[in-house]
Every structure is written in structure tokens, then in C-alpha cells.
């Protein structure tokens, strides 16, 4: 709909300049406004109210049968009502489509590739990890339905090579202590017997490579674990699990490293080798090899996005990030703008930190197993609907504080349960309901009504934005504005009465919202019940 308008309006002479066009926050400012007269008055010489005056006659003229009504509101601001015929029609169209509503086709569909969760293989996954894990899935599918073709990754930080894989091997073997707690204990115990024959195997080897090849083995294990639980707990389907060994063969990270040096973006310093980075935007030169001759993780890195960028052949990169990598991203930029890479095909989400709470105390421990509490035992505690819903609450770039006893409670103060009652209600509406609405009937009567189809036509609209700017969290708060509407329309309508066409008109109103939110449950990853 909001592209629709924009069209609009450019035919009635607006030009391209950084205006835009926004769903009304209330009845009496129509369903939309656009501050197109405010931005561009200074560049027509014109005051504000003048040039929306110009511009609303425009708009009028050009949307004539589309706008019931346009007028211009003080300091500058046009409100557009959308005609009841056009209400009507996508009413009808959501009818139409049913599953499909809410699917775009974009005149430019891209290859996109999103890479989330990505933790280390050294224990199970954690808080932080569940920001990401969210985020990504849902972003995936809002992309999806935008039109985009859509790789889900995950890439494994397993090489054996790597300090914390020979780290955990070290902890396996009882030589160390960093990695040691209760799950790594439970995999050990388990693993025994082959952790055995690893040793047996390089008698005569290096300590260093017998770490590397414990730790890559047990990794492999915590791995599998995490991943079952990603697939089966979390309910997200990766489409591609890429190991960050895979890099390092053929000699890919010493062929990389030539590349490099033989654009002469290297220099040696202090026994290091390293990259000019500073001189294509990152706020200092990086290190590539170590003094000891080891490849740093910054050249797994470089290369794991060459391979997205070009072997691969994506458009666009998305990684989602944990706090902790908050310097990443210039670094990362700066290396593709030096190999001659465009750094904005690459586009890093960074995840603030999370808070567990029970109402107003802080939780950090699990009252069962006196350690940090993992986003499994979370799961399991308040269950995988509510954990998706509440991290998607809250854009990535603010702290989260996550109160496990709201997302328990049975009350419309929990949001997940008022959206679900909501999605609930209306299914034991049309249980009830003996009329036939196969055909649908799409006349709106009342304020109500139209009230209740301006927030279900926003759904679109909803995905576009997302898919531009990646807030998924506008999901949230639009499933909660679609949940009120309909609680209020319910509240104040009789919805099955004795007037059968009435009644019929209703059923399909309802109908409507329950295709809409079925759709906006899709997209992310929601599963509603049928009975609360």
C-alpha cells in the first residue's frame, strides 16, 4: 500500500529527496501521511502548509476512487484516507490469497546470504546466542517473502589449528581448565574411549597437535549436539552448515595470504605480518600472521567472505554478531574495499546484551545446576514460542531484559498470550459460525470494521520495511497491534447475529484477521495453538 502511494505521489510531481510515507498513528490523521512538503520546502522555496496544498491537490487528482479524503495538517503534513471501495478490494484480496497474502515480488530479488547463531563448537548455546538465532531465522523469512532467494548459514569455527579448539582438547585431557563444566563432562564421559585411541594415535606428536586433533573431535560432538538442537529445539532450519576448516584446504588460507601481500597491502613489523587496513577506513592496520608463523582468525575471516562474496556469488551478506564483536565490522569492510570488494554488499547486525529476570530480580543462575542458565534450560522453561517472541521484542542494538515469569504468565499482560488469545478467539468464532463464507463478503458497514481492515492491510507493508531496514522487531509490535484491533472490534461488535448477511460479512472480516496473523505466525516461526 505505502509503495502504492509513494507512486502516487511522485506522478503528482514528487521527487526522490529522503520523504517518506507512514501508516497514521491515530483515526483523525487518516491512515497515512507523508512529510513530503516538509522536506522538500526548502529546495522549491516554499513554505511547508503552501507546498502541501500543491501537493494534496496533486495527489487527489492522481488518486482519484484510491483516497476518500487528503488534507493537509499543521506544520506541513498530507493525511490520506484510503476509499472504502479500496478497503474493500483488499479485503477481498486477503480473502483471495489467503497463505499467500503478504507475499511480494521485487523488481530487483537478490542472493542473499545471513549467517547467525555461528558459536563456538566449546559448549552448549548460550543466551547471547538466542538474540542471533531469532533474528536470523525470522530475517531469512521476512526476505523470503520479499522476493529474495535466501541462504541460511551457520558457520563452524572448527578449525584444528585454532587456539580454542586446542584449548578444549587441552581441557578434555585434564591438562587444562578453561572450557570445564558440567556438559563438556557429560560429553567426555561419553567419549572416552575414543578420546583414547586419538591419544594412541599421535604418540610422538606435539602437544599442540594433539590438542587440535581432541579438541577438533569433541567439537565435532558439541556440534552435533547444538545443531540438533537449533534444528529440533529452536525450530530453525539452516540451508547451510559451513566449516571454517573447508578454508584451509587446498592451501586456501596460504594462497589468500599471497594474494595480499602481492597487492602490496602488507608490511612486517615486530616478527608480525600486516594489513594496511587502516588506510581503507578501520581505525588501525591489522595482524595477519602471528610472530610464531600462525595465521590470525582476521584471515579465516577475509576469507570466509571472499568465498560468499565471490566464489558463491551473493549480493548481499548479512552477519548477525554477538556484542563482542563490535569491532569486527570496520576491519572486515576495510580488507573487501582494499581487494577491491564493495563493503557495502556486507551488512553486520550486532546483538546487545540479554538480562534474565523474574519480575523485578535479575536471574543468572539455574536453580538446578548452580551455573549460568543456557538457552536450552530457557526453552524448556518458558517454551520456544514465548523465547522467539520476547528476543524478537527488542531491536539488536538495545539491552534486553527478558522476564521468564511474564513469559510464563497466562494474561494479556504476557504479550505472546494476548496475541495467541486473540488468534484463539477467532478460531472459536468460525468454529461456531454455521453460515457459508466460501465466497466471501466483503462490505464494510461501520468504523469498526474499516478500523479492523487498516491494521490487517498493513501486514505487506510490515515486510517491505523489515526486509529494508532488517527491525524485525516491528513484527512484534504489529502482531500486537493486529491483536488489539480485533479485541476491540470484538468488544464492540456482535459478530454472529440473526441478520445472515451481516453475520456473513463478519465471518469473513474475521476470517481476514485470522489469515493475517496465520501469515505474520509464518513468517516468525510461531506456532499457535488452537486452545489456550
Keep these: 500500500m505505502i509503495q ?29 501521511s507523508t512529510n ?52 474493500e478490494g483488499e479485503l477481498k484480496r486477503i480473502f483471495t490469497d489467503n497463505a499467500k497474502y503478504g507475499k511480494q515480488k521485487t523488481p530487483y ?18 543466551l547471547g546466542n538466542a538474540r542471533g538465532a531469532f533474528l536470523g531465522d525470522v530475517l531469512a523469512e521476512v526476505l523470503l517473502w520479499s522476493g529474495h532467494a ?34 563438556l563432562d557429560s560429553i567426555l564421559k561419553k567419549e572416552a574411549e575414543k578420546i583414547e585411541k586419538i591419544k594412541k594415535n599421535h604418540e610422538g606428536d606435539s602437544k599442540e597437535t594433539l590438542y587440535g586433533e581432541v579438541g577438533a573431535y569433541v567439537a565435532r560432538k558439541i556440534q552435533k549436539d ?14 547451510m552448515w559451513f566449516s571454517e576448516e573447508s578454508l584451509y584446504g587446498e592451501d586456501g588460507i596460504q594462497k589468500l595470504l599471497s594474494y595480499i601481500k602481492d597487492r602490496e597491502l602488507t608490511y612486517e613489523k615486530d616478527g608480525a605480518l600486516w594489513f594496511k587496513t587502516k588506510e581503507y577506513g578501520d581505525t588501525e592496520d591489522r595482524v595477519l600472521v602471528r610472530q610464531n608463523g600462525e595465521p590470525t582468525y582476521f584471515v579465516s575471516d577475509i576469507a570466509y567472505h571472499l568465498n560468499k562474496l565471490k566464489d558463491r556469488g551473493f549480493d548481499t551478506v548479512i552477519d548477525i554478531l554477538g556484542t563482542d564483536h563490535h569491532g569486527y565490522a570496520p576491519r572486515i569492510k576495510a580488507s ?30 539455574s536453580k538446578r545446576r548452580g551455573v549460568f542458565i543456557t538457552l536450552r534450560e530457557l526453552v524448556e522453561d518458558v517454551g520456544v514460542n514465548q523465547a522467539r517472541f520476547f528476543f524478537l521484542m527488542r531491536s539488536p542494538n538495545t539491552h534486553l531484559d ?14 505472546v498470550f494476548y496475541v495467541f488469545y486473540a488468534y484463539v478467539r477467532m478460531g472459536a468464532i468460525l468454529e461456531k459460525a454455521s453460515e457459508d463464507i466460501s465466497r466471501g463478503s466483503y462490505v464494510l458497514h461501520d468504523d469498526n470494521e474499516r478500523d479492523l481492515v487498516r491494521v490487517m492491510i498493513k501486514f505487506p507493508d510490515v515486510i517491505l520495511e523489515t526486509a529494508n531496514d532488517y527491525e524485525v522487531s516491528r513484527l512484534t509490535l504489529y502482531a500486537h497491534e493486529l491483536a488489539t484491533a480485533f479485541h476491540k472490534f470484538y468488544e464492540r461488535e456482535r459478530v454472529i447475529s440473526e441478520d445472515k448477511e451481516k453475520t456473513a460479512h463478519r465471518l469473513t472480516l474475521i476470517t481476514c484477521t485470522r489469515i493475517v496473523l496465520n501469515n505474520l505466525f509464518a513468517v516468525m516461526g510461531l506456532h499457535a495453538p488452537e486452545k489456550l
Design 402 to 415: 527478558f522476564d521468564m515469569a511474564l513469559a510464563k504468565e497466562q494474561s494479556s499482560n504476557n504479550p
Design 109 to 126: 530479488p537478490q542472493k542473499i546470504n545471513i549467517e547467525f547463531i555461528s558459536a563456538n563448537p566449546t559448549s552448549e548455546l548460550t
Design 336 to 365: 573487501l574495499k582494499a581487494l577491491d570488494i564493495d563493503p557495502a554488499r556486507v551488512h553486520f547486525i550486532i546483538n546487545q546484551l540479554v538480562r534474565l529476570k523474574e519480575g523485578d530480580k535479575e536471574v543468572r543462575m
Design 4 to 32: 502504492i502511494i509513494k507512486e502516487c505521489i511522485k506522478k503528482s510531481g514528487g521527487e526522490e529527496g529522503g520523504w517518506s510515507v507512514l501508516p497514521s498513528e491515530a483515526r483523525q490523521f487518516g491512515d497515512y
Design 226 to 239: 547444538n545443531a540438533d538442537f537449533i534444528e529440533k529445539g529452536l525450530g530453525i532450519h539452516m540451508d
Design 36 to 87: 513530503i512538503a516538509m522536506v522538500m520546502a526548502k529546495k522549491m522555496r516554499k513554505s511547508p502548509v503552501e507546498l502541501a496544498e500543491y501537493y494534496a491537490e496533486k495527489i487527489k487528482s492522481q488518486g482519484a476512487g484510491f483516497f476518500e479524503k487528503v488534507e493537509v495538517r499543521n506544520p506541513g503534513f498530507i493525511n490520506m484516507w484510503l476509499s472504502r471501495a479500496v478497503l
Design 150 to 183: 535466501v541462504i541460511r548459514e551457520y558457520y563452524i569455527n572448527n578449525a584444528s589449528s585454532s587456539n580454542q579448539i586446542r584449548e578444549l582438547g587441552k581441557t578434555a585431557l585434564q591438562e587444562g581448565i578453561t572450557y570445564k563444566n558440567e556438559y
